[in-house]
């Protein structure tokens, strides 16, 4: 297994590594020692490849992320697994502003809090978070599935799109356009499938979640809304 | 008997003019602002305020036909491995597909492609069309990020962090319903047929410092290969270009408010930003302090629509300018001959800029499958790269008359002011005078 010590090794000593990674690598799994905080640590990895880092983590890590698999040992700084495409990204911490931003698809874990805006401007990753998220979070997010155990601060899903958010926990407030739906049989499986996939397969109730996603009236501009623009 | 006492001539208002009543008496029944499309409109300082002195006695021009005068430019030697090679310093400005057809994106291309500059990408990503015919592409990563992912940031040859624009400096995108087709609503993963208002802060950075380290991801991502662009709206161009040096930018695009944008609330393109001519210097005076000028290329864009241009804001101290609506002009927007089509929208060749409802004539600011036929591509394309070319011609004409081998060699003193505001914006002195309003003489 290689192991990438940042101690003395750079961060673009070790992202060229793994982008230089073949399809069919056999060096299916990586670990990197010491990264101390270090900003876009394995960012733009396109392999199917198991990554551990020992470690908090700033900036950036698994920015626009595909295939691999992602465990982070620590704290993650701003815009973890921004912009994802596909794979799956872990944090046994907790995890900055931003985290998961713009993300396309995959899967984000995260095992603490999250800071403010968590899964802004979402574009089809699922994200689950154990602990509870800050404000703003899910602004104008566009889909995918953002999971809050705990709770939810200010203005969550501001004129969200069509992403679903679910929280077990309580919401400060909601934000522009943003409404609690009913849960159907149907919302109850795709949950308990995302649960599954995040690895919570024994003792979550999906129905214990409350489901908010997006009233539509903002789709199109219209006189009588201008309060809440 | 009808009287024979003289009368005076109806009198219109200076302050109501009859386009501010017109505009008034719109609010009133629509109860929304006005939504268009291009740059500002009203008349501003610009390049026509600037004369260049041309060769005498104390200066030795160059042959019009004979002797070389280069045209040639290297974008983003900073930092990044694979600087860009442009053979002449104009270059297309951002302009989304969805914004534009795809037949308008793919002319743009070509023609760029046929004189050796790039294209740039817009908020909606990049499409396989304008990669294909575009030799050299720019891509932008605007707060949006629709559409954004690694391969077509690798499959670039430069990446542009967008800020902001000139029309619309501090506001998000706006393409309004008729505009989103199915194909512009996958690349966007939005619902077909919505008013889309993109955001105006990037989502995931806040500030110079922030973006000092999105900038660092970007090149990690793209293992440092490619030129990284900071574009801004001009407003505060000495600021911004000192804070967007430090960030790291290989490159700084400043683009004045007469730039154009595909849909914008008129209020906000006629009063948000600074013109073009009042950008450049501040920005050349930010890159001198931190002697970085001509390191990090300065690319000016909003109103540039002719070789004097280039020249005048080449001699001001930018390395390269983009041209948007002039591109589109070239392409056959406003076409005299589509008059009949103009007037049944209300408004004539010349004029036409409700580029937000997609109806246009040319096919140029449209996704209707019909009306997008109307443009050739590679009849487009071969205008755009006519036009382009002459930008090139018309710009060495001037320098050889300076006496420059290089229109990078073009400089201030080689200008004049015709008024004394552009004199004092420009900083170079009052035609026939050797007054620079604001600088002490010596």
């Keep these: 297994m290689p192991v990438v010590d940042l101690a003395w090794q750079s961060v673009r000593e070790l992202n060229a590594a793994l982008h230089r990674l073949a399809a069919e690598t056999n060096e299916t799994l990586w670990e990197i020692a010491n990264p101390n905080g270090k ?14 880092i020992k470690g908090h983590v700033g900036y950036y890590c698994a920015g626009m992320n595909k295939q691999a698999s992602v465990r982070i040992h620590g704290n993650a700084g701003t815009g973890v697994a921004e912009n994802m495409m596909s794979g799956t990204v872990h944090v046994m911490g907790d995890v900055s502003q931003s985290a998961g931003a713009t993300g396309h698809g995959g899967l984000l874990i995260v095992d603490g809090n999250a800071a403010a805006r968590c899964g802004i401007s979402m574009k089809g990753i699922d994200i689950v978070v154990k602990g509870s998220i800050g404000a703003m979070s899910a602004f104008m997010a566009q889909a995918g599935n953002l999971v809050v155990f705990g709770d939810a601060g200010d203005a969550l899903g501001d004129s969200i799109y069509e992403a679903t958010i679910f929280v077990r926990g309580n919401v400060k407030s909601l934000g522009a356009d943003c409404i609690e739906r009913p849960m159907t049989e149907q919302d109850r499986t795709r949950l308990a499938d995302l649960l599954g996939r995040a690895g919570f397969r024994d003792g979550v109730d999906p129905g214990a979640f409350r489901m908010y996603g997006s009233a539509r009236r903002l789709y199109h501009f219209h006189i009588d809304n201008v309060s809440s623009y | ?249 290989d490159v700084v695009v400043i683009d004045g408010m007469q730039g154009g944008t595909a849909a914008t609330q008129e209020v906000f393109i006629e009063n948000v930003g600074i013109p073009t001519l009042a950008a450049i210097r501040q920005a050349v005076e ?104 002459v930008l090139a011609l018309e710009a060495q004409t001037i320098a050889r008359a300076c006496g420059k081998s290089h229109l990078h060699n073009l ?30 003489r010596t």
């Design chain 2, 1 to 249: 008997m009808a009287s024979s006492k003289p009368r005076t001539e109806p009198r219109f208002s200076a302050t109501f003019d009859r386009y501010t009543i017109s505009e008034i008496q719109r609010a009133a029944a629509t109860g929304i602002y006005d939504i268009r499309g291009g740059g500002a409109k009203r008349r501003l300082p610009h390049f026509d305020d600037l004369l260049f002195l041309g060769a005498s006695i104390s200066r030795y021009p160059l042959e019009g036909y004979r002797e070389k005068c280069g045209t040639d430019v290297v974008l983003g030697s900073r930092f990044a491995r694979k600087p860009i090679h442009l053979k002449i310093p104009v270059t297309i400005a951002g302009m989304s597909f969805g914004a534009l057809s795809g037949p308008a994106k793919e002319a743009l291309g070509r023609g760029a492609s046929a004189v050796g500059t790039s294209t740039t990408t817009g908020d909606g990503g990049m499409t396989d069309e304008e990669r294909t015919h575009s030799s050299i592409l720019v891509y932008q990563v605007l707060p949006s990020r629709y559409g954004m992912n690694p391969d077509d940031l690798r499959r670039a040859d430069a990446i542009e962090v967008v800020v902001g624009q000139g029309a619309k400096p501090g506001g998000g995108g706006m393409l309004l319903g008729q505009k989103i087709s199915a194909r512009v609503a996958g690349m966007r993963t939005l619902p077909e047929g919505i008013d889309q208002r993109s955001a105006s802060r990037h989502p995931d950075w806040t500030g110079p410092d922030d973006l000092e380290i999105k900038i660092e991801e970007l090149r990690e991502i793209t293992d440092w290969e490619k030129p990284i662009y900071v574009k801004v709206g001009a407003s505060r161009p000495y600021y911004d270009t000192a804070l967007a040096v430090k960030s790291g930018a």
């Design chain 2, 411 to 440: 400089e201030p003193e080689d200008l004049v002011a015709l008024t004394v505001e552009a004199a004092a914006i420009a900083r170079v002195p009052l035609v026939g005078t050797d007054w620079i309003p604001g600088q002490s």
């Design chain 2, 286 to 389: 930010a890159l001198q302090e931190l002697g970085m000028h001509r390191k990090v290329q300065l690319v000016i864009s909003g109103g540039i629509r002719n070789g004097a241009d280039v020249a005048k804001a080449l001699a001001l101290g930018a390395d390269a300018v983009a041209i948007g609506t002039a591109a589109l002009i070239a392409l056959g927007d406003n076409d005299p001959a589509l008059e009949a089509e103009y007037n049944a929208l209300g408004t004539t060749a010349g004029a036409y800029d409700d580029w937000q409802d997609g109806r246009d004539p040319a096919g140029i600011t449209t996704q209707d499958p019909e009306l997008e036929k109307r443009l050739d591509p590679i009849i487009g394309g071969r205008r755009l790269a006519n036009f382009l070319s």
């Design chain 1, 39 to 52: 900003h876009a640590i394995v960012a733009g990895v396109d392999a199917p490849i198991g990554i551990e």
